[in-house]
């Protein structure tokens, strides 16, 4: 079964940074946007940032300023930089295919998942 694979989860202290790339078949690249949700225990999971193909990003307020989202159309790959880490960053983060080429907010309009990588914050 197709599916998005992310990389680059680990531990850092606070005010550190992690670059999360996700992979992509290319088929199931081009032409979405692309977005990364996180989940941390016991919670929904939330929106963080989404890019659409012609580079379009869209942000959750509470990681404005601090985290990037990009895509390389040519590697079939979207990558979020996180800077400026904080405790409350720490969860599992997962990359999602949109349904079409929208940056959605909702995870209930995103159709292909990646398995998660797990984002611990130390303070």
């Known amino acids: 079964q197709v599916q998005l694979v992310e990389s680059g989860g680990g531990l850092v202290q606070a005010g550190g940074s992690l670059r999360l790339p996700c992979a992509a078949p290319?088929?199931?690249?081009?032409?979405?946007?692309m977005g990364w949700f996180r989940q941390a225990p016991g919670k929904e999971r939330d929106f963080v940032a989404a890019i659409n193909v012609s580079g379009g990003t869209r942000y959750a307020d509470s990681v404005e300023g601090r985290f990037t989202i990009s895509r390389d159309n040519v590697k079939n790959t979207v990558y979020l930089q996180m800077n400026s880490l904080k405790p409350e960053d720490t969860a599992v983060y997962y990359c999602?295919?949109?349904?079409?080429?929208?940056?959605?907010?909702?995870?209930?309009?995103?159709?292909?998942w990646g398995q998660g990588t797990q984002v611990t914050v130390s303070s």
């Open positions: 999602a295919r949109s349904s079409t080429n929208k940056r959605w907010v909702s995870p209930h309009l995103y159709d292909m």
């Open positions: 290319g088929r199931t690249f081009s032409s979405y946007a």
